[in-house]
């Protein structure tokens, strides 16, 4: 069974930081791309970030390019988002996804797998 579970989320000042984590299992980890994607209350999905089987490449939206930073784990099975210089506009529930082989970096309909989310709040 494929899982994947997301921790890390908070309540967080303007200006902070945090570091979300997404572990999983029951799948190749390493075989592939992993895709941050976050719901802000009222709006559709967003994709945030993707990484590379390997970690050698990476892609952000626009909205968070410069202040998050996507990462992996493969011994561990685990995909990380540093989040630095937090805005209120940031505030979302984050979930880890999997890419499969034919999905286009930014697509969200492709995605095959979703953690249950976890929330970011960031105060004004």
């Known amino acids: 069974e494929v899982r994947l579970v997301e921790s890390g989320g908070g309540v967080v000042q303007s200006g902070g930081s945090l570091r979300l984590s997404c572990a999983t299992s029951g799948f190749r980890f390493m075989s592939y791309d992993m895709s941050w994607v976050r719901q802000a209350p009222g709006k559709g999905p967003e994709w945030v970030s993707r990484?590379?089987?390997?970690?050698?490449?990476?892609s952000y939206a626009d909205s968070v390019k410069g202040r998050f930073t996507i990462s992996r784990d493969n011994a561990k099975n685990m995909v990380f988002l540093q989040m630095n210089s937090l805005k209120p506009e940031d505030t979302a529930l984050y979930y880890c996804?999997?890419?499969?082989?034919?999905?286009?970096?930014?697509?969200?309909?492709?995605?095959?797998?979703w953690g249950q989310g976890t929330q970011v709040t960031v105060s004004s």
């Open positions: 996804a999997r890419d499969p082989p034919w999905a286009r970096v930014g697509e969200l309909v492709s995605k095959d797998y």
């Open positions: 990484i590379s089987t390997g970690g050698a490449n990476t």
